[in-house]
Nanobody, 125 residues
Framework: QLQLVESGGASVQPGGSLKLSCAASGSPSDYYSIGWFRQAPGKEREGIACISGRNQNTYYTDSMKGRFTITRDNSKNTVYLQMNSLKPEDTAVYYC??????????????????WGQGTQVTVSS
């Protein structure tokens, strides 16, 4: 059973940066594609980016291109989300998730099998 734990969420001012981490344990994590999602109060969960396991191919939702970068370090079983030029509308709980279909770059939450508990990001002056 794969477990995911997010960390790195914080309160930052507009224009700031954060780097979120998603640590995996319990199974060979490089088998799984990992995606980052976020959910703001009263809104649906939306996809940000995903990265495949060994080949580390990436996909970004169009609205997230340019300010967000997903990377992974398989030696540390960790996937990262670098977020720059943060805006108040980026305020949300950020989740990572693992897709059990190898090498797929899934874009919707329903395609993911394992989820972390989330980490809060607040962007406010």
């Amino acid at each position: 059973q794969l477990q995911l734990v997010e960390s790195g969420g914080a309160s930052v001012q507009p224009g700031g940066s954060l780097k979120l981490s998603c640590a995996a344990s319990g199974s060979p994590s490089d088998y799984y594609s990992i995606g980052w999602f976020r959910q703001a109060p009263g809104k649906e969960r939306e996809g940000i980016a995903c990265i495949s396991g060994r080949n580390q191919n990436t996909y970004y939702t169009d609205s997230m291109k340019g300010r967000f970068t997903i990377t992974r370090d398989n030696s540390k079983n960790t996937v990262y989300l670098q977020m720059n030029s943060l805006k108040p509308e980026d305020t949300a709980v950020y989740y990572c998730a693992a897709d059990g279909v190898r090498s797929r770059l899934a874009t919707t939450a329903s395609e993911y099998d394992y989820w972390g508990q989330g980490t809060q990001v607040t962007v406010s002056s």
